[in-house]
C-alpha cells in the first residue's frame, strides 16, 4: 500500500471551516502543520468525505468538549461510511473572546452569535456581562465572526484568531465559564500501517451490540476489563433504529499493537455485531496506562510461548 | 408535602417554546394536558427553571431522539440544580413538514431553517430534493416558522401542527430519513411522593462516580446486573472537570418501589460519589421487564424472611 | 426459645473420642471448657446427632485442615439433616508425638497407625525415620494408641496428651512435616440468636445452586463481591446426585448481623435453590475485614435513608 | 519427543492395588488393556512415581467420586512433583458386593472392612442391613478382601470382581446407598503431545493464585467466563502454607487446542502465581459443550485475521 501522505511534501488537510475556528487552530499545532495544504469545508461529513475521496489527506476535526461532552456528528460519522483511522489528537483549551467591528463597545452589543457548542460554554459569562443581548446560532463560531464583519450581529464569541480573517478586534479575552476547559480534536487519515506504539497511546472503536441484549454492555466492558485495559470514554449513540439500540464509541488506554489491546479487541469483535477500529495514536497529554500484574507484552508472550508448550506436550 | 397539582384543577405546564413545536405537541398528547395552562418557554432550562421557582408545576422537555441521540442540555439541567423528577413519558414519532407562506413552491426554496436537532433528521431527503437550498439553524423548528412567517427564510421544517399559528401552509408532508424515528419527551416535575408502580415502568437516576478510577463504569454496571435489573439507556456526559470526568445519566427497567431496583439504587449510592434520583414512571410502550429468577418482589421478601430468622436464631 | 446452655451450669458437649484425640484437646481449650461435661463419640455424624437430638448442647467437630484440606464427613454432616450452627472455633496447631508401651524403642517399631488423615502429615518423617515401618489406619489417633496399649500395634501417631490416658510414652515430640500446620475445630450447636458481631467474625454458609448451569459458582461469588464480602474458604462438594453435581461450603468473612452480609446471603438465597446458615463467631484469629468503600453499616444505613427518601418523594 | 507407549506393544501401567479394587476395574475397561502389563501398587503415590520415574507408561487413578468427592490425594500428587498429564478417562458404576469366606452366612458377620471411601457410600445399608457389625478401615477395598481371606475380618465390602483373587464369595451384590453412583478413573502419562480434539473434550489444570488476595478465585473464573469456557470442576486444596491459602484444581469443557481454551488457559497462566497443566482428553460421557456465540474456532480464527488487518492498517 502506498503511502500518499508520508511521500508527500504537502499534506493535504481539511477542517471545519471557515479560516479562524477552533478546529484550524488546532490543525495549526499538528506536526507538520506548517507544510499542509489547509481547505476550509463547510461541514464535518463534508471534511471527512474529503479525505474518503481522496482529495484531501486528513481531516481535523473535533471530538469531544469537557464541558459540552461528545461531538455527535464527528462520531456518527466516523462511524459510517467507508473506513477512516485517527492518526493523531491535539487538545486545545477553550477561551472564547468577544469578537466586534472596530470601535463598537460592550454597551453596543444587542446581538451576538457563535457555534451553538459555544453558547453553553460562556452562558454564565453571557448572563452576568450582556443580559440582554440576544443570542444566535451560526454553523461556527468562525462564520459567526464572519456575519459581524457583514453587520449582520454585533458581535462574535470565537477564538482570538479569528478576529484578523474578518477584521475585527477582540473587545474582550478569555471569556469561558469553566476553569481549564478542553476540547480534543483528531486527524483522521485513510487507514494505513498505524506508527508503532509510544507507550503512551490511545486506541478508538465503534462497537455494535447483538440485538440490544440486557448485559451487553456489561459484556463489552468485560472484554476490557480481563485484559487490564482501561477505557478513558464511552460514548451511547443510537443506531437509528429506534430508542434502546446504541452503538458505543470508546477510547482505550493502549495501542492496537500491545497484547492486551489485541486481544480484548478480538473479543470484542467476537461478542459484537460489528465492530470498527478507528485507530491508534499518541496520546497527547502524554499519560501512560498503569499495567495491571499479567498484561504487560512480556507477561502475553510467556503465557503464548507456555501455552504453545502445553499444546506440544512439552511440560 | 402538599401536593400542588393534584390538588390543582388546571396544572400550570412549561414546555419548550414557541407554540407548535414537537415539545408542545408531546406535551398536548399527556393525560390532562386539556386542562393545563401552558406555557412557552424560549430554552430548555427556562421551561425547568419556572418548576423550581414554583411558577409551574411541570416541564415538558426532549430527552432523546431515536437518531440524533440524547438531548445533552436537558440531561445537564436535570443532573444539577434542585432535584427534579420526571414523572411521565411520550413517545413522538419524528415526521417534518416543509412550511412555507401561502403561494410558495418547491422551487421558490433557496433558505430554510429548522432546530439544528432536525437538520440531521432530513439531511438526506434536504440533499434529494433541495441540493442548492440554504440551511440555517434556529432555537426551534416552531423558530424557524416564525421567521418564515417575517419573510427571513423562505422555508421552516417543523411538525405540521406549526403552520397554522404562524399562517403558513405545510407544502410537503411526512419528511424523514428515518422510518420509525421517534422522540422522547418527559414531564417532569418537583419531587414528591411517586405514583406506585404499574408494572411497566421506568427509573431514571444519575451517578458520579469516585474519582473516576479505572473500571468504575464496570462497578456501576455490575449494582445493577447482580439485582437483575436491565439498563435501557446509559449515556456519559462530562462533569466539567476534564476531559475522562464523566457523570452517567441512565435508566433501568422498573420502579424504585419494586425491591429488586431499591437495592440496586442502594448500591449505585453506596459505589458512587453522589446519585440523583430523577423518578419513576410508566413507560410509554408498555414494555414489561424480563425478571430473572431470584428477582421478584416476593422472592426478596422471601430472603429478607429467611435472613431475619437467621439472626434471630429460628432456622 | 429457650437459651438451653446458657442457663445451664455445665455444658454437655460432644467430641470425636475417643480420648485423647485433637478434638479432644480443642475442646479443652474452648472458654468454658473446664465446666464442660464432655462425652467422647465414635464418629462426627454422633457427635453431630447427639446435639441434634437435646442429648448434648454442643458439639466439637474439626472442620479443615491447612495440610489435608476440608473434612468432608463434617461439611457432608452440617450441610443435612437438621440445622445446626457454628458458635465457636478453635485453631490447634498440628504436632504429632510417637507413642509407644514403656520400654519400646524407635527400633522395636515395626508397625504404627494413626487417623488416615494423620499419615500425609507426617508422610516424609515416616520415610525419614522409619523408612520400613508398616503404617495402618485406625478410626482416630487417640484409638491408633488405645490399640497400641493392647499390643496389636508398636506405636501411634497422635498428639502427646494421648500418652497419659493410655499409658504409653512420647518417645518422639513436636513431629510433623510442615511447619505451621494448624487444624481447625469448631462448636456446633442448635440454633439460636447469635452472638452480636466483634468486627472479627466469620460466616459459615452452604449453597446448592440451581441446576447447575455453567456459571452458576460465578453468580454466587459475585453476588458476595458485589457487598464487598469476602470468602476466606471455597469448597465444592458432590450432592450425591451424579458427577458434576456440587454444592458449595463457604466462609465468609463479617457477621450475619453486618448489613453486606446480610445483604449478600439474601442475594445468595435468591439465586441458589437453597442456602444453609451455619453461624455466624469470632474468628480465632482475630483478624479484621479491610472494607472497600461503600461496604459499612453506616454506609449501608445511609444509602437505606436515601432510597427511603427518594421512595417517600422527600428528595 | 519419541513416542513411547505407542511404539510400545504392551503399555506399562501402574494402579492402585492390590488385584481386585475398583480402579484395578477401570483400569481393565481402558482401550488397549488387553495387552497391557498391569502392576498393582500400594498407594496412589506410588502409583504415580513409577510413572515419572519411567518404570511404567502410565497410571490408573481414582480422581473423583459422585459420593464422596475428590480423591485428595491424587489431586494433591498431580499438583506436585514432575508433570504429568491425563490422557484419558474412565467412569465406573459404584456396586459393592458383601465378599465372604465360603460358607459364611449373613447371621455370621461380627466385622468388617473396607476402605474408608466405601463407608460412607453404604453407610445406610448396613445400618439397615449389619446394625450391630463393626467396620474397620483398609487400605483398599481389595486389602479389606485379603484381610477376610486370612481371617481378620468376617466380610469385605469390594467390588465382586475382588471375590475370585482372594478365594472369597459374594454373598450379596449391588450393594450402595445412591443410585447412579459413579467413580472418576483417569489414566496418567508422562507429558507428550496430546491426542486431538475429539469435540467432547476435557481439560485438567491446577492454579495457585497470586497471595490469596480476596477475588482471586472470581479473577480466576471470569479467565474462563469470558470465552465462553465452562469449569465442570473446581475444588480448593490447601497449599500447606496455613489455613486461607487454596490452590485450584479444574475440569474444563473442551481441549487446550481449541482457540477459546487456549486463551483462557493463557489468561489464566497471567494472573496466576502458577499454573499447571494436567491434559486435555476425551469425555468419558461424550458431552460436547454447547458454545455461546463467539467462541468457536473459526470465530476466533476471524477475530484474529480482523485484527492483523487492523494492525497493518488494511481496513
Redo the contacts between chains.
Sequence with gaps: ?PDAHSTSAAPRWTYLGPAGTFTEAAMRSLPGAEHAEATPMESVPAALDAVRRGDADGAVVAL??????AV??TL?ELATGS?L?ITAEV?LPVSFALLVRPGVTLDDVKTLSSH?HAQ?QVRNWLAANLPDAQWY???SNADAARQVQEGRYDAALAGEFAAKPYGLVPLITDIHD?E???T?FVLVER????TGPTGADRTTVVAYI?DDH??A??EI???F???GV?????????T???????FFSMDAEGH??DARV??A???L???CAA?R?LGSYPRADGIRPTLR???SDS??E???A??AR??????
Design positions: 500500500m469531544e468538549n469537557s464541558v459540552e461532552g455527535s456528528i456518527d473506513s483511522v487538545l451553538s453553553p446560532s451560526s454553523a469553566v481549564g476547559a478542553v480534543r487507514p494505513d500501517r498505524p447483538v440486557p448485559g454492555l456489561l466492558l468485560q472484554e476489563a480481563v485484559r482501561n477505557l478513558t470514554r464511552i460514548e451511547s449513540r443510537p437509528g433504529d429506534g430508542l434502546g439500540h446504541y492496537v499493537a489485541g486481544e479487541l478480538m473479543g469483535r467476537r461478542v465492530v477500529f500484574r499479567g498484561t507477561e502475553f510467556n503465557a503464548s507456555w501455552l502445553a499444546r506440544a506436550g512439552e511440560i
